[in-house]
């Protein structure tokens, strides 16, 4: 059977007297892409536009969607399945894709506004990451200029008492000589 049914679903499916002689095989044995959704997620399959034949019975156009289960249906499918146990969950095709095509509308809207924010903040970690490199190089800079201002002081009192001891040297030398 190409319909797509929970366990519950599956055990009702075999009793009916309409369906009982249905093969069922799991879904992961059978699916292919494209059979019913157009796509591999396995749920939200309202993706068959209104007038389509269902997958199941050929003569009857899709017409219901089944919001517990996640489920198109024609209204045979409705009347010989446990899908009218989910009366308040039971909307019409259209219906479905509406409230579908106002999901995505609100996710794009937000993945919009995400983008929009994603891009400040990229933008000020650019700034952030730039300034650290500048501050990080001017602290470099003023570590190097105090080293080489520490050397050169250091070399100056070298100086200063290599000198004093070279005078010290002279003056305890010529009394001597």
């Not at 489920?71 to 399945?81: G, V």
Request: contains cysteine; negative net charge; glycine residues 2%.
């Amino acid at each position: 059977c190409r319909s797509h049914f929970c366990d519950a679903h599956s055990t009702s499916h075999r009793k009916s007297r309409s369906t009982h002689s249905h093969t069922l095989v799991k879904l992961e044995d059978d699916w292919q892409p494209d059979q019913r959704t157009g796509s591999d997620e396995g749920e939200d399959d309202v993706s068959a536009p209104v007038g389509q034949n269902c997958p199941l019975h050929q003569s009857h156009k899709i017409t219901t969607y089944c919001e517990e289960c996640h489920e198109i249906m024609c209204h045979h499918c409705l009347s010989t399945s446990d899908h009218s146990q989910h009366k308040k969950h039971l909307v019409s095709i259209a219906q479905a894709a509406e409230m579908k095509r106002k999901t995505v509308e609100d996710l794009q809207s937000g993945l919009l506004s995400d983008d929009g924010i994603l891009t400040q903040s990229l933008s000020k970690v650019t700034t952030a990451i730039k300034s650290l490199h500048d501050r990080a190089e001017s602290v470099s800079d003023h570590v190097t200029e105090f080293f080489n201002r520490a050397v050169d002081d250091l070399r100056k009192r070298e100086k200063e008492v290599l000198d004093d001891l070279d005078k010290l040297r002279l003056a305890k030398l010529l009394p001597l000589e």
